[in-house]
Nanobody
Framework: QLQASGGGLVQPGGSLRLSCAAS????????IGWFRQAPGKEREGVSC????????YYVDSVKGRFTISKDNDKNTVYLQMNSLKPEDTAVYYC?????????????????????WGKGTQVTVSS
C-alpha cells in the first residue's frame, strides 16, 4: 500500500526526488510523512503533509532544502531534496498517520504513524 522510491547515490550539493505511491483510501484525510534512519541512529521524522488541507511540516535540519508535495491524481507524495549533505544519508521511509486531524496542533515529528512502507536508500557522498 505504500512504496517509496527514488533513492540513490548523489554528491554533496546534489538533488534527489523521492516518491511515495499510496492507495487512495490511505491518502484521504490523513497525513503522509517522510522519515529516515541512518546507521546507528534512531529513526527521525523529516517532513509531513496533510492530504486534506496541504499543511506541511519540516524538521529544522531540512528547512529550506527539502520540499514535500502531493499529487492526488497519481496518489503520490514527493520529497524534493536539494543541497544534500552527507548527514542526509539514510534509509528514507514514507508513512501514513490515520489519526491526523486537520486544524488541530500536530506535534510532528513526535507522532505515531499507522502504516509504513519499505524504505529507499539515499547516500550522499563524493
Amino acid at each position: 500500500q505504500l512504496q517509496a522510491s527514488g533513492g540513490g547515490l548523489v554528491q554533496p550539493g546534489g538533488s534527489l526526488r523521492l516518491s511515495c505511491a499510496a492507495s487512495r483510501f490511505i491518502l484521504d484525510g490523513y497525513a503522509i510523512g517522510w522519515f529516515r534512519q541512518a546507521p546507528g541512529k534512531e529513526r527521525e521524522g523529516v517532513s509531513c503533509i496533510s492530504n486534506s488541507d496541504g499543511v506541511t511540516y519540516y524538521v529544522d535540519s531540512v528547512k529550506g532544502r527539502f520540499t514535500i508535495s502531493k499529487d492526488n491524481d497519481k496518489n503520490t507524495v514527493y520529497l524534493q531534496m536539494n543541497s544534500l549533505k552527507p548527514e542526509d544519508t539514510a534509509v528514507y521511509y514514507c508513512a501514513v498517520d490515520t489519526a491526523y486531524l486537520a486544524g488541530r496542533p500536530y506535534p510532528f515529528p513526535d507522532v505515531d504513524m499507522s502504516y509504513w512502507g519499505k524504505g529507499t536508500q539515499v547516500t550522499v557522498s563524493s
